[in-house]
Each structure stands twice: as C-alpha cells, then as structure tokens.
C-alpha cells in the first residue's frame, strides 16, 4: 500500500499493513506475535521498521500518523 500526503510517500508490505493493523487495535507484541506465527523479536523489529517509516518515535505517533493518511 502506497500512500501520498504531499510529499509524504509511505509504501508497506503485506506483512507491514497487518502489524500497523493488530498495533492499532491495541494488540501487544507477543499477542501480535501469536496472531502472525512470527518471533517477539521479529514483531519488535517490524514495529521499529514501521516507526522509521513513518518517521517517527513512539508507536502512538505512528498510529497517529497512519490514521491522518487514512492508512488505518
């Protein structure tokens, strides 16, 4: 999914889109971990992928972010 603001340009794999989902609706890393039959630490990565994509710091920032873009 790509996703335009201006010059903002956010594109996030399959895999991405979902974890951006399960963190929003508040889920937690090893929930999230479970929900995907991933690895806590793998989960942790995606979530610090994500934040660097958004450009941010915290996760409540990026979920902020993904709801201004209507990308959540």
Same mark, same amino acid.
């Given at each position: 999914? $790509?996703? $335009?603001?201006?010059?903002? !340009?956010?594109?996030? $794999?399959?895999?991405? %889109?979902? =974890? @951006?989902? @399960?963190?929003?609706? +508040? !889920?937690? +890393?090893?929930?999230? &971990?479970? =929900?995907?039959? @991933?690895?806590?630490?793998?989960?942790?990565?995606? %979530?610090? !992928?994500?934040? &660097?994509?958004? +450009? =941010? &710091? $915290?996760?409540?920032?990026?979920? %902020?972010?993904?709801?201004? @873009? !209507?990308?959540?």
């Amino acid at each position: 999914m $790509t996703t $335009t603001d201006n010059e903002t !340009k956010i594109t996030l $794999t399959a895999t991405e %889109r979902r =974890v @951006l989902q @399960l963190i929003a609706e +508040g !889920k937690t +890393g090893p929930q999230i &971990a479970s =929900v995907l039959c @991933l690895s806590l630490p793998t989960i942790k990565w995606y %979530r610090k !992928k994500l934040r &660097a994509k958004f +450009g =941010v &710091a $915290t996760t409540m920032q990026m979920i %902020r972010r993904a709801i201004e @873009l !209507k990308m959540i």
